[in-house]
């Protein structure tokens, strides 16, 4: 397959790497555009307000473009200038460090990448590893790449993408993988609150999803549970069953 590899961590992060080669490995032409510097909980921002700005960067065992914006801005930018003339099957997003269960995909970088190509009309596949400190993640890399070549993508309708997280153990250790819906349950945030050198208050994010909100069944239950989870996502956030139920107040908006 062709494909096109970008992330969230920055085109430096041990986790693109560790893709990069595992694909390479397997026979896929790979091209890489990634954030110059780590854009995680970015979202699916764009950048408008400044130039975009591309480095090449070569190396003796990789090579890529590093990419002065956000993962979404790579994506766009990717496919319009950057790669003209190489038509990708599938985009890649990750492998990314922390795992992007529940609420998180509306925070994630990694994920958001995935779905900018989803919505140009590419297959999606965005990656996670359940740690926010990997190591060597080889043969991580290398069981991500094989659920890529297995899922079924002509099957999958279009604009969605492929969730995958990872737990944080060794791949012998992996109880399968787990196709699953994503949790509902959301983060309980608090803030640490200090003081900079002249005395100036600032805070510092910080959080965890509680362990009794989250459903058996679901992702988060799922990765916790030591599943590799799969969790196809689509971005139509349209309620449906609240347009039928305001449709049946007849007359409601009606100003007389």
Known sequence: MKAVLTNDDGIHAVGLRAIYKALRE?????????PMAEQSAVG????????LRATQIREPDFSGYGVFGTPTDCVKLGLAE??????????????????????????????????????????????????FRPGDISEHAAYAVSIMERIPWKMIPPRRIMNLNMPNLPVAEFKGVAICPQTTAVWRDWHYKREDPRGRPYWWLDGSIPEENVLPGSDKGMLNSGWATLT?????????????????LENIFTIK
């Open 82 to 131: 950057l790669l003209e003339g190489f038509t990708p099957d599938i985009i890649v997003s990750g492998i990314n460090a922390g795992a992007n269960v529940g609420p998180d995909i509306l925070y994630s970088g990694t994920v958001a990448a995935a779905t900018e190509a989803a919505c140009l009309g590419f297959s999606a596949l965005a990656v996670s590893y359940d740690s």
């Open 232 to 248: 196809p996502l689509k971005f139509d956030f349209t309620d449906v069953e609240t347009i039928e139920k305001l449709r049946s």
């Open 44 to 51: 699916h921002s764009i950048t408008i307000l400044s130039p």
């Open 26 to 34: 397997r026979g896929h032409e790979v091209r890489v555009v990634a």
